[in-house]
């Protein structure tokens, strides 16, 4: 009986589109979402919702996606979240970056909510 209790994402990223998307399709799949518009508020929500899964963004205002991951993946019960950037950055240089700072998944903008849905519900899977 797997997934019994409903898994909890946090989408972090400055655009409105994005975050609309992510919100409504992951809340139709069944997840619980929290959403930040920034780096600060990411935090601040990834320490009061406490996810299964981090959705985010590299380009946002206040700190940036890669300040996020790094204190994120600092912490010792944090860092075994998966994370998944989502980003408009596609240069092997950042994929690379991410892979080596404890990214789960690197996906590129623009996105396909219904292939990335398989992924999230393996990274979402992991204890």
């Known amino acids: 009986m797997e997934n019994l209790i409903p898994k909890k994402v946090l989408v972090a ?4 589109d994005t975050v609309l998307v992510l919100e409504q399709g992951l809340k139709h ?3 619980i979402v929290a959403t930040a518009r920034d780096g600060e508020e990411a935090l ?3 320490k ?4 299964d899964l981090v ?5 946002m205002p206040r700190l940036t996606g890669w300040e996020v991951l790094e204190r994120i993946k600092s912490g010792w019960k944090s860092k075994r979240v998966p994370v998944m950037m989502l980003t408009a950055r596609d240069s092997d240089d ?3 970056r991410g892979y080596e700072h404890g990214v789960s998944f690197y ?3 623009p996105f396909n909510l219904q292939k990335l849905l398989p992924v999230i519900r393996s990274l979402t899977r992991i204890e």
């Open 13 to 16: 990223d400055d655009d409105p």
């Open 29 to 31: 799949a069944g997840y």
């Open 44 to 46: 601040v929500r990834f």
């Open 48 to 51: 009061e919702f406490r996810p």
């Open 55 to 59: 959705i985010l963004d590299v380009e």
């Open 94 to 96: 950042d994929k690379i």
């Open 107 to 109: 996906v590129t903008k």
